[in-house]
């Protein structure tokens, strides 16, 4: 007999200044990570513990599928945002693979196009458009909005069909102040 599985969609904005989402039934749960350290290393091995503490948290049982999802940036305009992109995706990919997580990636323009109808368009208006859709109770920030809409559109494009996005209920925003960790989702 299969039991169905709570469906997790995790959305990453990869960054110095990283927008990290998750869905989790009808509520999103969103931080903004940032590691300042002149050491690069330090920076990435921070970063690379907190995914790993956030992918652990949210797959912590048998009874629950998750997702990964981030946003592609095929070109940089500088080499040195080039590279820490790079490092940042291969650092998200290696946590996924190592927990057996299914990632996917999606372009700049899919999750533009997605929030605001524009492949485009400008970080206030993605802010603006995130904020519509979700209704925090804070001000967002620019990689939040982006994960936020990363970890939407994922969950849209892995449910059957659109009508069935549409039958769901909308989402609660909860900011993790740096932390996706509450005991009351472990229910």
Request: hydrophobic share 40%.
């Amino acid at each position: 007999m299969s039991t169905l599985k709570e469906k997790i969609v995790i959305g990453f904005d990869l960054g110095a200044k990283a927008g990290i989402s998750a869905i989790h039934k009808d509520i999103i749960y969103t931080h903004e990570l940032s590691f300042k350290s002149k050491d690069e290393i330090y920076k990435y091995l921070k970063f690379y513990e907190h995914i790993c503490k956030i992918l652990d948290y949210w797959s912590w049982t048998d009874s629950r599928e998750v997702i990964v999802y981030y946003e592609y940036v095929a070109r940089h305009m500088g080499t040195k945002a080039a590279h820490a992109f790079g490092a940042y995706r291969v650092l998200l990919l290696m946590a996924c693979y190592e927990r057996d997580i299914p990632y996917e990636l999606l372009s700049v323009q899919a999750i533009k196009k997605a929030a605001t109808g524009k492949g485009n368009a400008k970080k206030d208006i993605m802010i603006e458009a995130a904020t519509n859709r979700f209704n925090p109770s804070w001000e967002l920030t620019d990689n939040e909005a982006d994960s936020m809409w990363i970890a939407y559109l994922g969950r849209e494009s892995s449910n059957e069909s659109i009508e069935t996005v549409k039958e769901l209920p909308a989402l609660k925003a909860i900011q993790g102040n740096g932390s996706f960790y509450h005991d009351n989702d472990r229910k």
